[in-house]
Structures are given as structure tokens and as C-alpha cells.
């Protein structure tokens, strides 16, 4: 019943960054993310947190909200689709750096976490 | 039905410092902020959370309550907002430092938070 | 109704540091704090919260719960009576470092808290 | 009735990192943790708090939760089980560098946490 | 009725710390700690809580706990008890560094909490 | 600034009740509600909380925040306001009974929270 | 893409009650449910609360958790979701009475809580 | 220097009850009260919880306000504070019920909570 | 590995009631409740929580937690153990009544509480 | 060391009822009681609540609080520390009705609360 697509992030937005002389912080919080287990085709949930110090674009929030809920019927283990909406924020937006957060609810008695940043000056993705 | 007057911070008044002598910090918060959202017409409400090092000047909290109650009818963006008030209070009282911290409520399942510092030494207002 | 009095610090009361050889913190929290708006008449609520690393002395404990009761009928702000508190401890117990913190209640819909730190070493009541 | 058994770590198993080329961090909490005390018999109970950078692999979660599920009926203090947790994954995925805390429930009135932690730089399993 | 005794910490007792050639922390936490005014010869209630790096040797709770209980009947002042308990304890176990907090329940309003610190390399009890 | 308008409960919509044959509650809760203090002008702020057992009709969720979002810049007490939210609402719905409740933030040091109750067999509108 | 199936309550399993002499109570509670809104085709998220007094039969655990992820691709409002549980599990399992709770999260600031009771002895679906 | 005067109740204004055909609660919690202790001199802190069924009046809260402010310097125990403010209200707005709590902060050790409750029809100052 | 007995109640010891004269209520809490799922053969965990009304005898309290650590090696389903634990504790004790809650931790997003009650008077095991 | 005296409520003092006309309720809560467990001599820790409606007398708060010190060195199991309290109450203040909770912390994972009432009208110590 569950359908695990190709992914996309074609779907981000990005608006003007009102004050880019300011090095400031954007923090948002989904806390109604779910994605699908792809060894058991069972939901997974949790909460998704980025902060962002913007450069010349912000992310636009609605279109935001619609690309987490591409997830809702994709099969993807936790570490990945971290680092997947971290690959993709940061390549719509372009930030002087960005971490994600996937905080996800407990399964078997075990629940998981997983922090990934990005920082522009190091010369790409390392942290 | 919502007015979207031009902005002014007019109404910011300040009192001497009583110990400009030493470098110490005034936090205030204000959780019962509210504008208007420029794309729907819709209220947003948050938490604008104001902490500086005053210079010679001290924040009127009368005054600084009044400046945030005439967002009650301002369409206005989120990271616009948080950046205008440190903008205007900066301009105000000239402190050696001061960060606003805007925490809006959750709109559609995302809640955001807006952080943005002013320092003095570095010449102008670069974080 | 409200008594204006000069302020005094007479009643502070020191003790010998049962451990001068180590520099060790005592942290104080005093929650029932109240003295009186200037403006206003009104009383204001609050925490005076004091932490220092004592030197030769430490602060006797009653003496200091008469001491800040004193403020119950002062006209004070917010920001002088957390700076006139941490003069008159220092000058009382002449401490290695001693920040105190005053987080008052709500006025009007905003808190305010005012956190002032003095250190030894740097010659004089710098932070 | 409790058996004390050889310890193993044979069940751990392990994945490809999908993100390699990032230092990011995967942190586990496992709250049904419960293991048996040498000294009485009696079951102890606590939270094993798991946190790590990969570098090539990632703990698989299911084997984790049957690796732990191993201790219910093993005699080992606290200290002893935090460090052998630690031994075991290290050897097993070869982080970048891992932290491991054990937070028991109160015996006899007194709780017990412990964290021991391994970086791969410093040559050996030093802090 | 209270009697006030000489001190002794002849009752702590040690065990061989099991994973020497590593760094970790073990915390303790003993919030039923409770002693004597020696003013008013009414009891104070405290948590008691000792984090350390072992050395050579841990400290053994079972006699941890019957140590502290010697306190119940013993008059002695908030900040000597709890640099007392460093004394004793880094005397006993000999750790790499230990420090001992002291939160007391509140008197006439005032709660205290007391911090000392112990580290091996810097030739003596200093922070 | 603020205008004070005539009361005006067109906005609110019903919907048929998917189960009328049963008594079942609706409890529904809004945290962002916000008046103006006929006396100063100045801004109330509260949650509404309304519960019912439905009749023939529910109440449309969406209209019911577009009806709650006209008190914001109507002057009206806490009173006034819960009970004319329970006559609208009761007006609109005719439910078998229903329970306002209007909690205030803090003016001056004092919160408010008001309750009215409306039950239908009691021929009127008595608790 | 989301899809709107007719709904079923085929997957409900049933257990004999252990226990069928004694009037008991089980409540299970499932606070990752999600459906989707027939309106706007975004997820609605909540917490679903059974509880029941069993009769001849309990509800089988894992069969009810996937009659509940059923509802991932359904459009439905809150107050039929919660009435068709109920109506649903009655249906399976024939309890003495249940009580269905739907407590939804927040939707343009307003959130939603339906409660819907069944009792056998009253001749049907009266509460 | 604590001044224990005359009790008088004349400060408390009225307001016309809005919905007087109607049953409801008005519920008001004043969390800043402070009175005097009459046996030490020290200051009592607590909060007075007023909750009353108002019948043709009801208080107006600018002065219950200054009502309260007026036990700062007066010097009466808890029990006998509580019935006072009870039998002050009830003679100034004649309500169909109310209680008064008062919840007093701890003092050696030990908080007090006092609860009286007026209600009209039987015949007098009985609960 | 895991080894299913026959259950046994015979390690419940009991004490003389020290007031009999008079009706009062013993609550007990365990919190580290731990059996085995006979599906899975995984460990459950959960909060027992045991109240009751002693007739002629009360509860040996070192007994009874020798008595629930029988369940940690034994397959049972939730509903049985609760129902089980109270047919023992009631065979040993003979309350005038007694309630025993068993509240299990969540599994697959699913949590379970159950609770069952036995009264002396009403002739035999009946609610 | 501990002592296990014969038990006296002779340090129970009274006071006149300041309110006897009116059936109204005093709660007292003394978090920091504590006494001896009588079969291992160690100390245990819990919360005395007492909560009763006076009829001529209350009881004096100071004597209250030096009567329960008493049990510091006490030999009593926690369902007969807490009837002895009520009983001693009831003796000395003769109130319309009382209860005393006595809330024990955990021993061996198990915490315990007795509960206890005593009524007036009903001739005698029934609940």
C-alpha cells in the first residue's frame, strides 16, 4: 500500500533574507513529521528542527511544510532522511550554515536522534 | 480590515543608566506579542524575549510596552519583525549589546523562532 | 503610605570561610522578595538570586534574610535594587566574584530580569 | 536463579554510514535497560544513553536492542556496564568518537550515572 | 537531645575502578541527605550530589551511603558540611577530580546550594 | 485606535452532527484569544475553552476561528465576553448542552477565569 | 494523492477475556494517530484513548494498531473519525462500555478533543 | 515597625453582573498576596484563590486589588486572614456562592492551605 | 531462554493490621515491574500500582517485591497479570478492598493500562 | 544509636478557632518528615499531610512542627506512624473531621502512601 517514490525536493521555496547584513538565526520546528520504515513498511515519527543563519535567501515556511509532508509515504531510515532534508534545504537556500534535527519516537523500547550541520566556509559539506 | 500603517519608533523612551560603570544585563520578556501575518490577514502570535547590556541609557519598560503593542495591527513577516524591533531599540538606547529573540506560535504544525544580535565594538550592526 | 528611607546596609552580617584555601561557590536563592515601584506605589514581586565565591568571609544567612527585607517599603527600580544589592554584599564579605540575579514578575505583561556580576581581581567593580 | 554468563558482543550488527563524508551525530536512548547486581541478586534498572559520530557504519537498531536485552540477566555494577557497553559498540562500528551514559534508578536512596566516553584521534581509548 | 560528635570518615570504603586507563565520570545523587543546625539544633534536608573521575580506585555505595548517614545527627553549617564531604571523600578514593554540591531545602525563605571542587594535577585542593 | 463595534455573531456555521443518537462531547480550545479592556484600551489576552454535546448541528471549526478573531478589536470584560460567546454559540448550534470557560492572563497581579454553562431540558438558559 | 477508501473494520482481532467474572477496565492509549482532512487533504495528528470494560472478549493489540494505521490515508473529520472507532470496536469486541477519546492537535490555533461513550445495559448506543 | 491597624473593608467595589439570569463561576487568583506574621513580625507570602457565583453584582478587580494590598502591613494569622477576606467579599457583592482559598508558602518547614466557602441560601455563613 | 513456570503465590507474607477499628488506605507503587511477553518472548515493563483497605492484616512490604520479581522470567499478557496479582494479593491479605493498576510502557505506539478492583462485601470477586 | 522511645502527643499545642461558625478546611503539608524503619534501623523520608475542618481549636503550627520532629529518632512501620499522628491530632484539637496522608519516598523500588480519616458524627475513630 505504501509507495516509496524517487525523491525530489523541487518543492522549497525561497524568499529574500530582510536583514542579510546580520548574521541571526532562523529556527523551525515540525514536530508532526512522519516518514515510513522501509524494513517494516510501518510509520515512523518525529519531530524535524532546523536552524539556519540565512545569507541572501530565507526559506518560505508553507512550501516548507509541503516538502516534510513528501515524506508521509516515503521509505527512509532515520540517518538518512536527516541528511536528505539537510542536502536539500541547504542546496534550495544556500545558508552560511544549517543543522537538522530528526528527533524520532521511540520503536522497541529505543528512540534516536540524529544531529547533521552544514557550514559554508569549510569548503562544502563537512561540519 | 486590518490597517498597514508605516512603521515608526517614536514612542521608545529612555532612562539613564544608574551603574554605567559596569557591564550588566537586562533581560525582559514580553510573551503577549501579536501582529498580523502580510500574506493571510491572519493574527501570529509569539514571545519577543529583549536582552542587552545597557551603555548610558536604560529601556522605559512602560514605553518599550507600548512600541510592541502597535505591531497589533502591522502586517509584518516573522524575521522582518524581530529585526525591526532590535533595529529600533538599538537605535534608541545605543547598548553595548543587545539580542531580541522573537518565538512565534505554531502556524500549520511549524513553529519558528527568530534570534538576532547587536554588538557595538565592531563597528556598526554585524553580529 | 509607603515609606521612602535612605538606603543602608548596616545589617549584613560575615562569618569566617570554613574553606578559604579552595575556590568553591555558595549559591543563595531568595524568592520572596518584594519592594516597591517608584512610580507607582505598587509593590513589586520578585527572586533575588545571589552566587559568590567567598574569600575570608561568607554571608551569614539570617542577617542577610533582615537585610533584604528592608526593600519591602523602598520606592527602588529594578535595575538599582539588583545593583544596590550586589554593592552592599560585596562591600559587606568582600567575595572573589559575586553575580546577582533579580527576576521579577509580571508588570503589564512583561518580566524583567537584571543579572550584575562583580569579580576581584580586575581592580575595581568591573565585570 | 539469576545466571552469570560470559559477556559477548556477537550480536551487534552494523550499516554503511549514509553520509560519511559528515560529522554528525546519532544518539540513542534505551529507558528499559535492566541488569542484575552482583552483590544482592536483585534486578538494577536504568537509561542507556548512546551517542556517536559515525565513520564508515552505523549501529543497526533491532540488533542494539537485543545486544542490551543480554544484560537482564547478567550480575554487573554500574560502572563496569557502562564501560563494556562502550567496548563493545566501539569495537563493533568504529566511530569517530562515541559517548555512552548509564542512569540507574535510586538504591538505598542514592542514583548513580555514569559516562565514559571514546574519541579515535588520540590513539587508544582515552577520553 | 541532638549530640554533636567529633567527624570521622572512617567508613568509607573503595573498590578497583574497573576501566582505569579511560576518563569517565560517575555521578552520585543523594537527595535524603539531612544534618543539624548547630544555631538552632533543629534539622536541615539537602540533597547531596558527588561527581568524579576515578583514579585507582571508586567509591563503594553501600558504605557511601551509611557515611552520609552519620550527618543525621551531627550539627554543622551548610558550606563546612559540604566541603567536609569533598575532604572525606577525595581522601578515601583518591579520584583524578571530584566535585560535591549541597542543595539545602529552604529556611525563613532562603534556599542554599553549595559547590566545591577537587582536581588531582594542580598540587593540592584547589578548584 | 481600537474601535468598538456592535456585537455580531453571523460569522458562526454549523454542520450536520455524523451521530446524533448518541451524547458525545466536543471540546474544542483556543489559546490566541484577545480582546481590548473597555477601561484602559489596552489588550486582553486568554484562551477560550468551549465544550458541547452537539444536537442536530456542530459547530464549523473554521468560521468558529474567524467569529473568536472579531473580539480582537472589540472592548468588552472577561464577563461580558464568555457569556456572549456561550449565547452566540448556543444561538448557532442549539447543543444539549455547552460549557464556556474564558481564562485571562494576569493584570496587575490577578488572573480571571470565567465559566458559564448552558443545558437545554431546563426549559431557558439556567446552569 | 491521498486516496479516500471506503472505510472497514475487518482487521479488528479479539482475545478471550482472561478475567470475564470481574468488571475491569483496560485503556489503551495511541498518540501517533493521523488522518487526513477532507477539506484541505493535509494530515490531521492526535491521540486516540480506548478505554473499556471487557465482556466475553479484549481487543487483540496488534491488529487494533493496524486498524488504526488505516485511518493514514482516510479523509475524515474528527467528530465521524472518533464515533467510527468507537462504533467499530464495539462492533468486534461487544463491551459491557467504552469511551473513545479523540484529542487532535492544533489547527489554526484551535484544538479539537471529541469523547464518545458506550454502555451496554442501555438497550444500544446511548450514552 | 510593622503597623497593625483596624480592619476595614471599604475599598471593595461592585460591578452590575452582566448575565444575572444565569448560574456561572467568576474564578480569581491574586499569587502575590503578602500579609504579617502576628506572633514574629515576618513577613507572610501566599495565594488567595477567590471563586463565587455572582448574583446581582460583581467585584469590580482594580479594587479587589488595592483590597489585598492592604494586609501588607497587617499582622494576622492564615486562618483568620482567609475567613476575613471571605466574609469581606460576601458582605460587599452578596454573591449566591464563593469560596476563598489561601495557600501560604512554606514556613520551618511546613506550607498551610486554607479553604472557606460561603453559600447564600442556607440561611447565613454556613459552608 | 526465556523459562515459563507455573505461578506460584506463596512468597506473600503479611503483618497484623495496626489500626482494624478504622477504614483506611494503603497505596503501594513499584515502578520497575518487568515480565515477558508470550507472543514475543520480549521483555514488557510497567508500573504496578497496588491500593487497598486492610481487614485484619496488611502487606509485607519486602515480601511483595520478592513477589513481583517472580514475574521478570514469566510469559504473561498484561490483562492476566493484572488480574493475577490482584487474585493473590487478595488470597494473602483479605482487604475489605482492594484496586491493583498495571500501567505498561508503549509498544509499537501503543500503551496499556489496566485496572481491576475487588470489594469484600458484595459476596465474591465482583467490581 | 537510634532510640525507641515511648510515644507522647504531649508537645501538641491548640489555639481558638477563629471562624467556629463555619465549616471550613486547613491543610498542612510537612515534606521533610522522616523516622526509622524498625527493622533495619535505617531512616525513611515522606511528606505528612494533614487536612481537617476544626470545631473550638486549630492547631498551633510551631508545636505542630516540633511534635512531628519528634519521629526523627522513632522505630515505627508507615501505617502506624500515620494513625498514630491522626490519633494524637484528634486527641488534641477535637475537629469536626481530619485526614492525614503520610507519603513515603522509595525503598527497594517500592514507595508507599497510607491514608487515614477520622469523622466526628459517626460516634468514634470510623472513617
Known sequence: MIEFEAMSSSKIEILPNPAPERDYEIAVSAPEFTSVCPMTGLPDFGEIR????PDAHCLELKALKY??????SRGIFYEAATNQILDDLVAACRPRRM????AFTSRGG???TVTATYTKRKSGARR
Open 50 to 53: 532546523i536552524s539556519y543563519v
Open 110 to 112: 529505543i528512540s534516536t
Open 99 to 102: 543543522t537538522v534535527v530528526g
Open 67 to 72: 516538502y516534510l509532508l513528501e515524506y508521509r
